[in-house]
């Protein structure tokens, strides 16, 4: 039960009769006998109405609910012995009598509807409480299945002890600091369809982007989603509870990701959701929350970040100017979110920086790109960043927007190579990706790189062609595909004619992994290297990635990437426009609500800094968790084994030959130059011809 109906409201309610003959006959008993619960709850979906009276422990006792009351269960000696029937109810009592332990006799009127008291769960009102003992040993934890949860796998347990069979993730924080619920998954976090699956491409490492010939495979994943969530309750129906429950007592939040090793509870219902309310003591929710430490890399030549600083507005630059139109409130709010940014950048500490969401200010020494770069070097030491100019002292050319893409970097370690480049196609972009060649300055063989920042149109709105097609891609699909189509343009006739073949294009694309826009860049050879585990961002309790590094293919064996979860995950509650005078200012995380993505460059060819990690995975991800790849399987006696490994536009990357036992014993060694992505793998053996995909995270 899970409500903010007032209790004078839901006692009215609850005084309209209603009649056996509503719903069907109730289990025929003596008038003043007591009926077991199980025959109240019954093998439908709601209960049978009545008054009846009923013996039972109490299990859980909410005074913060609306309505307050609590609930009992029968030990399994007392009850009908039918595992299809709840031996539970709830049973509503403004001013509560009663403790956990409690033995007690209720007479009341059962109801289960969608209306108050009830919310879809059953509930006993008007209640006569009689206590007939005390610290009575309480019914044992009903262990769940597996999913789905559905009311027709959980409704048999509704209102009982109940403990999970597998540990738990939070999948989503959204309502924690409202409401005091999170969503629970069982099998890890729940990810946007579109990373795993392609609208229009079975299996989705195609490159196909019209059509919806995949669809139903994106909406049985969604139905998944959702089958295998959960609510976890506070136990209260209050509004902006305080404290904010479930936090880290250390580290004062919780993140999409964090785990429960075993969740013991009682299972409610409200709001058309299945929740557990918590109980108390050692079986009180105990969650694990850790938060990432900087991602780790081998040697270098470059260190590479692509960060969005949430709308970086500095007012006009002279301590006033606030509001402004998108970002900070107020100077002190602005110079909360600037230090939480600098933080994160500093940790990183990349020698190219490509930023999206940067005020389109200009240039000048009141610009914010100016701002944020005296930021860095007060930070670090005078001199240490500089910034690309784009060749507006205003405002970025061809751009629509008061946002814009920003580059900047080491003079020490890279030196620009000619102007900067911003795409000059009209009409296609809000916010025109921008380019920059660099050459590297502390080799005796200087290497060159070309870094592309874009920000592609967003999913929030659209009409027209434009429209959200149901397809599981949002508003402004087409769009993006046009925009992603002018990007390929740019690169070939605009960037690598400026001196050289390697590109780098990192930024918000908002698209998910398997979207269309993606493809169109697959599909003009240019490689994502990163998987779909790989997440950014979190929308609506799905995490997904709108945030990717993509290059031309001669960069993979000489790049390594990772995403620094430190946005994505953390509560909303946190950022620096909520959390006001409270925000912690120590850290990075929650600094921005994308998570930045870290990319490493050797130009003689990358050296994985965790060669003993086994990275390389067996894909699709199963339902349970990353399952390793390996040659284990294999028959020792199978002589000889060609192993390749090829981008899944065909090219190869990797030919090995050798024993079975060799090639595993090796397999993370000869695999960890590799960027990460999907890769096609081909087995050729005595007897043996396969081929697969697998996943190196």
Known sequence: MHSRFSTACLLMLASVSLTQSAVGAAPQRQEAGVTKIGAIQGQETAARPGTYTVQAIVTGVYPGLSPAGFYVQETSAASDGNPAT???????????????????????????????????????????????????????????????????????????????????????????RQRGELTLTTGGPVYQPTQFIDPNDDPATGTNSTGTSNLAAIKAYEAANLDRSILLDD??????????????????????????????????????????????????????????????????????????????????????????????????????????????LVRMNPDIIGLTEIENDGTGPTSAIQDLVNGLNQATRTGTYAFVADGGATQQPNNTDVIRCAIVYKPVRVAPVGPALVASVAGVFERPPLAQLFVTRQKARPDTVALVVNHFKSKGSGTGLNADQKDGQGGSNDRRRNQAQALVQFINSTVIPVGTKRVVCIGDYNANYEEDPIDILRAAGLVVVTPPTSASYVFKGLTGSL?????????????????????????????????????????????????????????????AANEATPRLFVYPKPAAGGQAFTLNSLPKNIGPLTLEVLLPQGPPMLRLQGSVSLLQAELNRYTGHLAPGIYVLHLKGRGLNQTQRVMKE
């Open 86 to 176: 709840s031996d539970a109810l709830f049973v509503v009592q403004p001013t509560l009598t009663v403790t956990v332990g409690d033995k007690v006799e209720v007479t009341g009127v059962v109801q289960e509807a969608a209306a108050a008291p009830s919310f879809g769960q059953a509930v006993l009102t008007e209640a006569t409480v009689k206590v007939l003992s005390s610290g009575n040993a309480l019914p044992a934890f009903i262990t769940l299945p597996l999913p789905p949860y559905s009311t027709a796998a959980l409704e048999r347990f509704e209102g009982m002890r109940v403990q999970f069979p597998v540990p738990l993730t939070v999948s989503d924080v959204y309502n924690l």
């Open 235 to 344: 136990g209260s129906s209050a509004k902006d509870p305080s404290p904010i429950p479930f936090l880290d007592p250390s580290l004062h939040t919780v993140r999409v990701g964090s785990t429960l090793a075993q969740l013991r509870g009682i299972l409610g219902y409200g709001f058309e959701k299945w929740r557990i309310q918590p109980l108390s003591g050692p079986d009180a929710p105990t969650l694990a929350t850790v938060r990432p430490p900087v991602p780790a890399f081998g040697p270098l030549d470059l260190k590479v970040a692509s960060y969005n600083v949430l709308n970086y507005f500095n007012g006009d630059g002279a301590g006033g100017g606030f509001p402004t139109s998108r970002g900070a409130k107020t100077p002190d709010d602005f110079a909360r979110q600037r230090s939480k940014i600098i933080q994160g």
């Open 547 to 607: 945030d990717h590094c993509i290059v031309t293919s001669n960069m993979v064996g000489f790049i390594d990437v990772h995403k620094w979860n430190i946005n994505s995950g953390e509560p909303l509650f946190l950022e620096f426009d909520v959390a006001g005078a409270a925000t912690d200012v120590s850290n990075p995380f929650r600094s921005s609500d994308h998570d930045p993505v870290l990319i490493g460059l050797n130009f003689s060819g990358i050296t």
